[in-house]
C-alpha cells in the first residue's frame, strides 16, 4: 500500500488544475451515485447544490486508492460533512438512499430526458414536466407550433443524438472534415477536444478546434467551412452559428457577460452532421480559432467543465502548487489568457506555456476528467 500522505499526487488541494483526474479511478461506483444527485440538483435549477455535489465528485476521482472510511472521507478536501455521511452509509450499506431516490423519481427521468434535447436547457425540462408533459410526443402535441426552431431540430435530431459515438466515429468525422478543410486551402490544422482529448472511448458528440498558421485563412472560414459542409450534403442542420470577434477588439469585451452560448469569442457552429458510414447524424462542434489563440482554445474545449472551473478559479485566485507560488489576478477564457488589471492578453504558443505561465505542472488531457 502506497503511503498517501506522501503521495504527492494525494488529494489534499482544492484545485482542479494541481489534481490529476484519471477515468480510470478507484471510487467508481460511488461517484455514479453522487452524479446522479449532481444531475438532479442541476435540473432542478440547484446550481450551488450541484457544484457542491461535482466538487466532491471531482476530489473523489482524483483520489489515489478507495475509500475505505468516513474518517477518510472527511479530510478530503472538496468533500463537505453532507457528502462525507453520504459516502458512510454508502460503505455501510453499498447504496446511498437520496441516490436511489432520484434514479427511481419518475420526475427526475422525465425532466433530464427532456434536458438531454440540443436547445432545451434545465427551466423548460421543468416547465414542460410542470404543463403535464411526459413525453416528447406532449410537448409536440401541445406546443408543436410555438416551439423555437431550435428546439424542434432538437427534437428531430434526438433519435440521432442520444446514440453515443466511439473514437473510431470521431476519427472518422475528422478525416472528413480535413478533407472538406483541404478543399478550402492547404494547411489547416485540427484538433479534436472535448471528451475525445480526454481519452474517453464514449463520446456525447465531437469537438473539434481549427486553426491555420497564416490568420488571414482563418478570418471567414467558419462561413467557408459550414457552406461547403453543406454543399457537400454533411451539414443539414445548424444549431448554432456565431462569428467571433476581432482579436484586437475581445480585450473590451472581456469583462461584458456573454450572450447565451458566447461563451467565449471565438467563431463557433454546433451542426447536426450526417456521418458517412453510418447515417446517423452526429453533433459535431466546429471551433475556429486564429493561430494565436489556438492555445487557449484547445485548453478551454478540452474540459472537462469542472478542470476548466478549476482553471479559471487558479487564473483568478492563484495558489501554491508543487511548491510554486502563483499570485492570481488572470483570466482565462477559450479566446485568450488575460491580465485582469490591464485587460491585455499574455501571449502564449502552446498549451505548455500556459501551464508554465500559470506555475502549474503539466496536466496530460488524460488527467483532466475532473
Ligand atoms: P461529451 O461531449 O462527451 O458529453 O463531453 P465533453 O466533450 O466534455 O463536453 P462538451 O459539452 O462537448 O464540451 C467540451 C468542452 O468545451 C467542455 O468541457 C467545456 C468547453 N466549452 C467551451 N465553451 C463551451 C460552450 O459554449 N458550451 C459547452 N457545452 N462547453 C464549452 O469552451
Ligand atoms: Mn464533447
Ligand atoms: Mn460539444
Redesign the pocket.
Known sequence: ERNIALDPTYNNVAYEVVRKHPLDHHNKELVEQLSLIEKQREIDGEARSALSYRRAISALISYPRKIRSWREAKKIKGVGDKIARMIREYLKTGTIQAAETVANSSRFLITSHFASIYGVGPTTARDWYGKGYRSLEDVLDAEGDTLSNVVKMGIELFPDFQQKMTRKDVEEIVEVLKEVLRGIAEGFVICP????R?G?E????C?VVITHPEEAKTKNLLRQLVDALKAQGYVKHVLWYGEGHEKDQVSELRLQSGKK?S??HLSKAFTGFRQPSTGINRQV?LIISPQSLYACAVL??????QF?RGLRNWCKYGGVAAGHTFKGGYHFA?HGLFDRRTNKRVHVETEEDIFKFLKLEWADPTLRNA
Do not use: M, Q
Open positions: 477536444v472535448g471528451g475525445y480526454r474517453k464514449i463520446n456525447g458528440d469537438d452560448n461563451f467565449d462542434d478551454g474545449w478540452t474540459g472537462s467543465k476548466e477559450s
